[in-house]
């Protein structure tokens, strides 16, 4: 009996019988492994009066699958010693562990105990869904099961496709207009039973600035952003969604940025709602919104990202331990809490080594979350140091893998199982994660898919198999693949109701899902959000990818070691040995994934008797794969060529390049003409954020967002490449993809009028000779002719590598275009230029690109690209993310066109 106990009850942990024995519940389990033996003609649940919400949930889920199958259901508190029929007795027990459930008994008597409430409550699901499947109760059952990981949970973004009008990235007031389904009851039930039947026990809603709808401030009562009757309602609301989540054993969690405070709080202020830098006006309202945020909802968890607008580790440290975690403790004590509630804090754009630490001695109830594979599904063996920041923190305490944005799966579906199986298991054993935080596959869009259809699709049905694998592979990343195999296939069977569709359907998704993976960690630019790669990348991205901001963290941390295409072909051209992953042997098996998915969806179209329309769909997805690895393989062809070009100078490679590209805009135009008409977009960012391979926003609306939009822009990119062959034939000079400009045509740009208003800065005229700092002798020594005679800013040298210069204050008359030059170094000596994957806000002002590369040389320091920033007109501050020098070259009339171009070799001295 010991050892049967000790198997059950696990980790070598034995329950004493007689302990046991003192609930009447356990005497009832013990007496069913005795053989006690009812006719079956109704079933009684017994479930303890005072049981908690969640187990009362589960044993009514219960008696629902009961009832499908005909039974007779009696709820009762206590066991009738007359009842007739089988008896299923749900229990808690500490013995087990958290989550943990077993289900045992024969001859009608059963019994299921649970590790806490939410083990009874999987106890009572597991065995409603046996019920359901086999038609009946069962006579005899011995289950055991517990998660592998503690934490198991989505996310939902209150946020939009778009930036609201007169907002900033991430400020999104709750509102029916703005998010109508954040107020449908009916719509929340079915999603959250969906997670529950999923055994997923944590939400997550994202938003940057959540407390100016949800929490009113005696001292700053103006900073609610709502109307009263939209406060009053989402108060409502959300209570009422912490209720039902708590039911279904969810923990909701509220996430927010820092630091964004309310558009009323702002103005009332004379403050930007998005702050890189603490004031103490700033701590001391965004300290009580947290407590009153606390108080008002203390079943809520509060999920935190220090990083995006709030820049530098010193104000990161300095929010998080005197703001963040303190505001939370304040609003613990007015809730008359005992326990610390969790938060968990996001290691994004932040220095996690130098902040963890001091968080945690602060406050002991933390978890942390960095992004599996940044912002894409990339790989299962995340490395380097990705890998070694998540190791680290999981050392510290419980941490977090997020699967996030999906931006290389957009917007197809996916699910390929066997990869995120050895995902799960990567998370685990490489990144020593114990929670799972999972984005949704069209997270701008929720909660409707991005396909064309009406009415549209919700996600969860939509993407069920997407949902459902990282679930259970969150439960238990290691079941067996034979039964893990057999599993799919009974799924997938009763959605499309045919074993052999199923086994099609399934080869489809699992080689259908190599594809985008393996074409973005060795052809992207980044794995974040600021590049959709089902839209394609221009020829100048693959070659000079360094052009356009590529994060080595996609080659180094998220891909299995292997060769860049640069770097192939000079390796090729000097004969020299490769290693890993190359460019070649990725598309080798891209090719062979995508023919082999297409293949399989055909095939299993005709055998299809349930969810037709759904087949159709999945079929098309692989069309569209298909044609867009058939993109990336020609146009990568058509780089090499121009790399090589770059050795041998042999007009034939050029040529060459010439019919690939040719290939890769055919494949292109197959492409557009399927999705652009059965999707209503490729990504869900729409907005200026996103630049690869073309902007996403274009004067504040969106653009460029279906394949169809892009077509033009790459059949003159074919045209201009065509030129550009011909003049060579007859020229036989240096070819080079950007854009050129005969800089004997180059005339100067025309200079706006403007004021320098701050002391810290002066004005001075911009010519080869001139100092363009206040505090150095460095001379410009070259110059692009555009720049020549503008009129620029020149201030401390020292305080700007010091972070200490402060905004400069101008007044313009007109809305204008401040050219900044970004110094090319990594050194900490320099203004680095903004990432889009870590400041979302930085391109709100255009700036990011660089409009002219090369375009001066200053005395005894690194060359220099020019970026150009946007500002309207009237008084204006100057403000630049991040430390290190800079120069301003100039100020420009917005309506003024800067033609982008390398002024290399084209600078006057």
């Known amino acids: 009996m010991n050892r049967f106990l000790a198997h059950f009850f696990g980790s070598g942990r034995v329950c004493r019988l007689a302990t046991i024995c003192r609930s009447w519940l356990a005497c009832l389990w013990l007496a069913g492994l005795m053989g006690t033996s009812v006719r079956a003609e109704s079933v009684s649940i017994v479930v303890a009066s005072n049981a908690a919400p969640r187990v009362r949930f589960g044993s009514e889920q219960l008696a629902a699958a009961l009832k499908q199958i005909g039974a007779s259901v009696v709820v009762q508190a206590s066991a009738s010693p007359q009842a007739q029929g089988e008896r299923v007795v749900i229990s808690v027990t500490g013995c087990l562990v958290k989550e943990g459930f077993l289900i045992n008994g024969d001859a009608g008597a059963l019994t299921i105990l649970g590790g806490g409430d939410s083990g009874a409550l999987y106890g009572c699901l597991e065995l409603a869904k046996r019920i359901r499947e086999a038609g009946k109760f069962p006579q005899t059952i011995s289950v055991t099961d517990k998660p592998a990981f503690a934490l198991r949970g989505t996310c939902i973004g209150m946020q939009k496709t778009y930036i609201l009008p007169g907002r900033h990235v991430y400020e999104y007031p709750y509102t029916p207009d703005l998010f109508p389904w954040f107020y449908d009851q009916a719509l929340w039930r079915e999603y959250l039973d969906f997670l529950a039947a999923n055994r997923m026990n944590t939400l997550y809603l994202w938003s940057g600035h959540p407390f100016a709808s949800l929490v009113r401030l005696k001292d700053y009562p103006y900073a609610v952003e709502v109307p009263d009757d939209v406060f009053q309602k989402n108060q409502v609301q959300f209570r009422w969604l912490a209720q039902e989540c708590d039911k279904r054993g969810i923990w909701l969690v509220q996430m927010f940025y820092n630091i964004i405070v309310s558009k009323p709080f702002a103005e009332t202020n004379g403050i930007s709602t998005q702050l890189s830098k603490p004031t103490p006006l700033t701590e001391d309202y965004t300290r009580k919104s947290i407590a009153e945020f606390v108080r008002d909802y203390p079943n809520v968890g509060l999920m935190v990202c220090l990083g995006e607008a709030l820049q530098g580790t010193p104000n990161q440290l300095e929010w998080c331990t005197n703001v963040i975690l303190p505001g939370v403790l304040n609003g613990m004590r007015a809730a008359g809490l005992k326990e610390q509630p969790p938060v968990v804090i996001r290691t994004h754009a932040m220095d996690a080594d130098a902040i963890m630490p001091a968080a945690y001695g602060v406050y002991t109830n933390i978890f942390t979350e960095s992004k599996y594979n940044g912002e894409s599904l990339t790989t299962w063996e995340p490395r380097g140091k990705d890998q070694a920041i998540q190791l680290h923190m999981a050392k510290l305490g419980p941490h977090l893998v997020n699967i996030h944005i999906l931006s290389n799966l957009e917007p197809f579906r996916y699910g390929d199982q066997e990869f995120i199986k050895k995902c799960m298991q990567a998370a685990r054993d490489r990144l020593g994660a114990t929670g799972l935080h999972l984005y949704p596959l069209s997270y701008w869009n929720w909660p409707y898919s991005p396909d064309n259809t009406d009415p549209p699709l919700l996600q969860w049905k939509r993407d069920w198999i997407w949902f459902e694998a990282w679930a259970r592979y969150a439960w238990n990343p290691d079941v067996p693949e034979k039964e893990d195999h057999n599993y799919w296939i009974s799924r997938l069977t009763d959605f499309y109701g045919d074993a052999g569709a199923a086994e099609m359907i399934l080869a489809a998704y699992n080689a259908g899902g190599e594809v985008a993976p393996r074409l973005i960690r060795r052809f992207g630019i980044t794995e974040g959000n600021r590049q959709t790669l089902s839209l394609g990348m221009t020829l100048d991205q693959l070659v000079k990818p360094d052009k356009f901001g590529a994060i080595e963290d996609l080659w180094l941390s998220q891909a299995p070691p292997g060769e860049r295409l640069d770097e192939y072909v000079k390796k090729e051209w000097n004969h020299e040995p490769h290693a890993g992953e190359t460019p070649v042997s990725i598309l080798n098996e891209t090719h062979q994934y995508s023919e082999r998915a297409l ?284 430390q290190g020098s800079f120069v301003i070259l100039g100020i420009v009339p917005q309506s003024v066109q800067i033609t982008k171009r390398d002024a290399h070799g084209g600078v006057s001295k």
């Open 599 to 882: 293949a399989s969806a055909e095939k299993a179209l005709p055998l299809v008797t349930k969810n037709h329309d759904e087949a159709v769909r999945l079929q098309t997805d692989m069309l569209c794969l298909f044609f867009l690895n058939q993109f990336y393989t020609a146009k990568v062809a058509a780089a090499t060529d121009v790399l090589r070009y770059n050795y041998s100078h042999n007009i034939n490679d050029m040529k060459a390049a010439e019919t690939n590209l040719s290939q890769s805009l055919d494949s292109y135009r197959y492409l557009a003409a399927i999705a652009s008409t059965n999707y209503l977009f490729a990504n869900g960012m729409q907005t200026s954020q996103r630049k690869i391979p073309v902007s996403g926003g274009l004067k504040g609306k969106p653009a460029n967002y279906l394949w169809s939009q892009l077509v033009p822009m790459y059949e003159k990119e074919f045209t201009d490449f065509q030129a550009k062959v011909s003049k060579l034939e007859q020229e036989t000079n240096t070819l080079t993809t950007a854009a050129t400009v005969d800089d004997s045509k180059v005339t100067p740009l025309v200079s706006a009028f403007f004021k320098v208003i701050s002391t810290n800065a002066e004005s001075y005229t911009v010519k080869v000779g001139e100092l363009p700092f206040t505090d150095r002798q460095y001379k410009l020594e070259q110059l692009a002719p555009e720049l020549n005679g503008l009129t620029g800013i020149r201030f401390s040298h020292n305080a700007a590598k010091g972070g200490q210069l402060g905004p400069i204050e101008i007044e313009v008359k007109e809305p204008v275009q401040v050219l900044v030059g970004y110094f090319k170094s990594d050194k900490k000596t320099w203004l680095q230029v903004p990432k889009l994957e870590f400041a979302a806000q930085a391109d709100e002002r255009g700036g990011v690109d660089a409009v002219i590369e090369n375009a001066a040389t200053v005395q005894d320091c690194p060359g220099l690209d020019i970026h150009a920033f946007r500002y309207d007109a009237g008084r204006q501050k100057l403000e630049f993310i991040g």
